[in-house]
Structures are given as structure tokens and as C-alpha cells.
């Protein structure tokens, strides 16, 4: 769904709609490298210059970039394949009772703007606090103004089990190539229920970390879910560093 989207009247309050449309403004997400390994019935069929994968011939274009070619070359030859450009991205939301008020509509704002974002991607979102909920699962079709309202409808309650919302986001992933897979968690990192995160953090395809210090934080434990999971780190203490904050952790 376009960003132009969140400027409709919907559920989410006016203050978290304003923050996403702000953060959308500046968000530029860099689009999947090409994987154009051959992969049967994977990914979007395009015609590409032959480079030792796929024998599937594009005969007219092929003759188009022969014609007059006396001396034709390996990639005048066009063929057929499968390119893979989807992510599977998990967007992990602490709505805990430390990221209550201004901080839990700053993480929801950043939601909505990467749902916008990665609208080619399959996208799913967990909320967590000492347990979890799954409000969109990867794949599902649902408009960034949709998942705001679905965020903000969770009460800020409870204590922080962030390894239990990793494992949560692991689940969703199960199946999706290492390549393809990761997970954005946003939070405080105060982590005060369950048992230590790092080891689940370590079994996640990629994990890359958000994280609010605008108020009682853990950046220590942030930093090492993200070294763990191979992921970056990137603190934030308001909407306006978030927009770049995110478009550092898709860089690659």
C-alpha cells in the first residue's frame, strides 16, 4: 500500500499518524540485492543476459541484440530467469510497560512507515511485553494505517521477555532461506522476564536492533543481540533519528 496511505482518517491517534507520515517522508529502504542463482519456480521470471545459469532461450530478444552482430557475444544472448527480490522481515514491537506513552507511538510510527516501505516484501509484526502476539503474519496484505491501529490497540502492560518474542519471529521464519530471512526487533532492551535472549538471538537468520534510549534502556544487551545475530545496532531517542536509523540496519 503507498505511503500516501497513511494520510487517510483511520484509527491510529493523530500524533503516531503525523510521526509515521514524517518518518516515511525520509525513510529510503535499498531495495534486495539481485540473486539471479537458477531456483525452479522461485522468485519474478525476467529476461537477462545469459551468464552461465538458466538455458531457458528468450529467442526475440536474443535475435533483437544479434541483429547486425557480426561477431556476437556471450551476452547478446538473452534468457528467462527467476530473480529473487522478496525479504522476509518480522518487525518485533516491545509494548511493555517501560515503552509506554510517547516511546511505544514512536516504535509504532516506525512500523507503520516500514510497512509502506517493504510493501514488496513479506512483512510480518509481533508485539511483545512478558508474552507475545502476532498481529500480521509475513505475507499478509495489511496497510500501513492498519498496522498501527493494530499496535496501538495493545496495552502497554508487563514486564520485557524479549526471548521469547525472538523466538516468536523465529517461528514465523521457519523455512525462509537464511538469505532471505531477518528480524528488526524495536525496544528498550530492558530485559527483565524469561531467560537471556543472546542465545536465541545467535539462532536467528539476521537480527538487527532498534533501539529507544529516550528513556531506561539496555544498550549493553542490545549490542550483543545484534552482534549475535549478525545484525547492526542503532539507538534512537525520538522519531526524527529514526528514518535514518532505519535505513542504516537495510543497507545490506
Same mark, same amino acid.
Given at each position: ?25 525520509? %525513510?529510503?529502504?535499498?531495495?534486495? =540485492? ?22 531457458? *532461450? ?11 552482430? =557480426? ?34 507511538? #514512536? ?27 502476532? *498481529? ?31 523466538? #516468536? ?15 528488526? %526487533? %524495536? ?9 537471556? =535472549? ?8 539476521? *537480527? ?16 550483543? %543481540? ?19 536509523? *532505519? ?6
Amino acid at each position: 500500500m503507498p505511503l500516501a496511505d497513511l494520510d487517510r482518517a483511520g484509527a491510529a491517534d493523530a500524533e503516531t499518524r503525523r510521526r509515521a507520515q514524517a518518518i516515511a517522508r525520509r %525513510l529510503s529502504v535499498p531495495r534486495p =540485492p539481485q540473486d539471479r542463482r537458477p531456483r525452479r519456480g522461485v522468485g519474478e521470471l525476467r529476461s537477462l543476459p545469459w551468464s552461465g545459469g538458466s538455458d531457458e *532461450l528468450d529467442l526475440e530478444r536474443t535475435l533483437d541484440a544479434l541483429a547486425g552482430k =557480426p561477431f556476437p557475444e556471450d551476452r547478446d544472448v538473452v534468457v528467462r530467469e527467476r530473480v529473487r527480490q522478496r525479504r522476509s522481515v518480522v518487525l518485533v514491537v516491545d509494548v511493555s510497560g517501560s515503552m509506554r506513552g510517547e516511546r511505544v507511538r #514512536t516504535a509504532a510510527a516506525a512500523v507503520g512507515a516500514l510497512a509502506g516501505e517493504l510493501a514488496r516484501d513479506r512483512v510480518g509484526v509481533v508485539a511483545f511485553w512478558s508474552d507475545a502476539a502476532v *498481529l500480521v503474519r509475513p505475507g499478509e496484505q495489511v496497510g500501513p494505517l492498519a498496522v498501527l491501529d493494530l499496535l496501538l490497540r495493545v496495552p502497554t502492560q508487563g514486564l520485557t521477555n524479549v526471548t521469547f518474542a525472538l523466538e #516468536t519471529a523465529g517461528r514465523l521464519l521457519a523455512g525462509v532461506p537464511a538469505r532471505d530471512a531477518r528480524v528488526l %526487533l %524495536l525496544s528498550d532492551c530492558v530485559h527483565n522476564a524469561g531467560p537471556d =535472549p543472546r542465545p536465541t538471538a545467535g539462532r536467528l537468520p539476521r *537480527l538487527d536492533v532498534l533501539l529507544d534510549v529516550s528513556g531506561e534502556r539496555d544498550v549493553d544487551l542490545g549490542r550483543d %543481540l545484534a552482534r549475535l545475530g549478525r545484525g547492526r545496532l542503532r539507538l534512537v531517542r525520538g522519531h526524527p533519528d529514526v528514518a535514518a536509523a *532505519l535505513g542504516a540496519v537495510f543497507t545490506d
